[in-house]
């Protein structure tokens, strides 16, 4: 019985990721089914289907000791002390990957960020991409031949971040969207349904390469992704423009940055994606079922209160 293990597991990438092991065996696994488990502190409902191996990521001890497992994708690992008590803790390792950030690279770097550039310290994000950067290096030194995925947003079924389900609300109420200046700024986004697809090309394939940008090769303006969110739910837009005056993380759930990421050493080995209209329906129809799996900020609180009041009475 093939083993894949999920680090997490009950929050929106890993748990997809695990729910997507149990409910589809990949053309690889054709001579025998998989278990999947799940590796996690068991304070969320589990998926089903899985398997719990129930302990903190930074306290393993033997807990993974005799499973041998044939596939380890390390999701909720954010720091090299993580990734060190990770590998400690299993007893081989055949194939693994990690999902890792591409808040690796510095916003100095010219864009595109290629997988090639010299990784350092983002000022937007901060210690997490230097503490990504820290468990891929790890990771690296110890298994030559794991797989580091770097993403840009993810999105899709199971987000619990108030990302598109923030611009969703604003339609169902019918409200008219606060847009940062004009909308001109780029955003990048995977669907983590992709994410999983492309998981499954490299355990298939095995490429000489072993870092991977990941994304969809089209970004999308804060226009066009708002103008999509709302054309999901069937509203038309109404924007208003705010100034940089106001943070724009108070009223948007996207920073104040825009980068791309060059992703065409994964389109060499999977082509396609899932055009965003079609993942932001899928999304939207889980979230109408899943509102309170969402973590909400108070977005509207701000809107409602200072930027309505203001220069837009």
């Given at each position: 019985?093939?083993?894949?293990?999920?680090?997490?597991?009950?929050?929106?990438?890993?748990?997809?990721?695990?729910?997507?092991?149990?409910?589809?065996?990949?053309?690889?696994?054709?001579?025998?089914?998989?278990?999947?488990?799940?590796?996690?502190?068991?304070?969320?409902?589990?998926?089903?289907?899985?398997?719990?191996?129930?302990?903190?990521?930074?306290?393993?001890?033997?807990?993974?000791?005799?499973?041998?497992?044939?596939?380890?994708?390390?999701?909720?690992?954010?720091?090299?002390?993580?990734?060190?008590?990770?590998?400690?803790?299993?007893?081989?390792?055949?194939?693994?990957?990690?999902?890792?950030?591409?808040?690796?690279?510095?916003?100095?770097?010219?864009?595109?960020?290629?997988?090639?550039?010299t990784c350092g310290k983002n000022s937007v994000w901060g210690d997490y991409g230097v503490n990504k950067r820290r468990a891929e290096e790890h990771l690296l030194s110890r298994v030559p031949g794991a797989y580091i995925l770097r993403p840009p947003y993810l999105y899709g079924k199971m987000n619990n971040l108030y990302r598109e389900a923030f611009v969703f609300d604003c339609a169902l109420a019918e409200r008219p969207f606060f847009i940062p200046n004009d909308g001109s700024m780029q955003l990048q986004f995977f669907h983590v349904g992709d994410l999983c697809r492309f998981i499954d090309t490299l355990l298939r394939l095995h490429p000489e390469n072993h870092i991977f940008n990941v994304g969809n090769r089209e970004t999308e303006t804060i226009k066009t992704f708002v103008e999509k969110c709302y054309a999901t739910v069937g509203e038309k837009t109404e924007l208003i423009s705010v100034s940089k005056d106001h943070a724009q993380r108070s009223y948007f759930p996207f920073h104040d940055y825009s980068y791309v990421l060059d992703v065409e050493k994964m389109h060499e080995l999977m082509p396609e994606t899932l055009p965003m209209s079609k993942g932001l329906k899928d999304s939207f129809k889980w979230y109408v079922n899943n509102q309170t799996a969402v973590f909400k900020k108070p977005y509207f609180d701000y809107i409602d209160n200072i930027l309505s009041r203001t220069e837009f009475e």
């Open positions: 019985m093939r083993k894949i293990l999920v680090t997490g597991g009950t929050i929106f990438v890993s748990r997809y990721i695990a729910e997507y092991y149990v409910n589809f065996v990949p053309e690889y696994v054709v001579e025998e089914e998989a278990e999947v488990y799940v590796m996690n502190r068991n304070t969320h409902n589990q998926p089903q289907g899985v398997k719990l191996i129930e302990c903190d990521k930074n306290h393993i001890g033997n807990k993974l000791r005799g499973y041998d497992f044939d596939v380890v994708i390390a999701v909720n690992i954010y720091t090299a002390d993580e990734m060190k008590e990770l590998l400690d803790s299993l007893d081989s390792v055949r194939d693994f990957i990690f999902i890792s950030s591409s808040a690796v690279y510095p916003e100095t770097l010219p864009q595109p960020f290629s997988e090639d550039m």
